[in-house]
């Protein structure tokens, strides 16, 4: 089983906004990490190598969106929710956190990564309550409840993440007129609540604004206290 923590604009279990590309890669080639994540695929920009956004796979389940220059984390999508992975007769047993030292990484090489195994399961954890599990289907009438309510509209967005949803709502021109059209519409909201969520998305809050834009750089956070930020080379020439 794999179980994971939501914590908006901050958070996805171990996987934190503002985390550079090298302690993740470090963290998913651990051995205890291997049964979780089975499969790895780096996917990049390769004619802008040095500044393309980098995109980390974990199959089926997790997207980690890195930064083109910097090279942190920026987004985090969980997609499949409630899809099984090929599971291990040894599930790992240690608490899943981040290696302590990190560094810049670069020229970073597509790789794919193949464990076999038989099924384990994704549990969606908010506050320390189960909102997604193989038990628990995350719908919009409960994204609304562990949340609150928020704008109409085919996602549902509050700061730091955003829940999508494959189902269309339906149009408001097919209730058609007279008595019916009441009991219609209150289907129409039924069915709307029922709606699953098919795709959340977890970003940084931006300054003023609700979430930063996937191109720009990862604004500055407490887990990059410690890591180099620049280095400046100076070439001189002797006389």
């Known amino acids: 089983m794999l179980q994971l923590d939501l914590y908006p604009g901050e958070a996805l279990g171990p996987f934190k906004l503002g985390a550079s590309l090298w302690s993740i890669l470090a963290f998913v080639r651990q051995p205890q990490s291997k049964t979780l994540f089975p499969s790895v695929k780096i996917s990049y920009d390769t004619n802008s190598s040095s500044t393309s956004i980098i995109l980390v796979h974990l199959h089926p389940h997790i997207d980690l969106l890195f930064?083109?220059?910097?090279?942190?984390?920026?987004?985090?999508?969980?997609?499949?929710?409630?899809?099984?992975?090929?599971?291990?007769p040894r599930p790992a047993q240690q608490p899943l956190s981040l290696?302590?030292?990190?560094?810049?990484?670069?020229?970073?090489?597509?790789?794919?990564?193949?464990?076999?195994?038989?099924?384990?399961?994704?549990?969606?954890?908010y506050k320390r309550v189960i909102i997604s599990s193989a038990d628990e289907t995350l719908r919009r009438g409960g994204v609304m409840r562990h949340f609150g309510p928020t704008y109409e509209g085919e996602t549902m967005r509050y700061p730091g993440v955003t829940f999508m949803f494959d189902d269309e709502t339906p149009a408001s021109s097919s209730l058609g007129s007279g008595g019916g059209s009441m009991r219609r519409a209150i289907d129409v909201a039924d069915e709307n609540k029922r709606a699953e969520v098919r795709k959340i998305v977890i970003m940084q809050r931006g300054d003023g604004r609700e979430?930063?834009?996937?191109?720009?750089?990862?604004?500055?956070?407490?887990?990059?206290n410690g890591d180099l930020k620049r280095v400046v080379i100076k070439v001189g020439t002797r006389d």
């Not at 930064?67 to 899809?83: F, P």
């Not at 979430?211 to 990059?224: R, S």
Request: hydrophobic letters at 30%; zero cysteines.
């Open 99 to 125: 290696p302590s030292t990190s560094s810049g990484s670069r020229g970073s090489t597509s790789q794919n990564r193949s464990v076999a195994g038989t099924i384990s399961t994704l549990v969606i954890r």
């Open 67 to 88: 930064s083109g220059k910097g090279q942190r984390l920026h987004t985090i999508a969980i997609r499949r929710l409630r899809h099984g992975l090929p599971s291990s």
């Open 211 to 224: 979430q930063v834009d996937a191109f720009e750089e990862v604004l500055e956070h407490p887990i990059m």
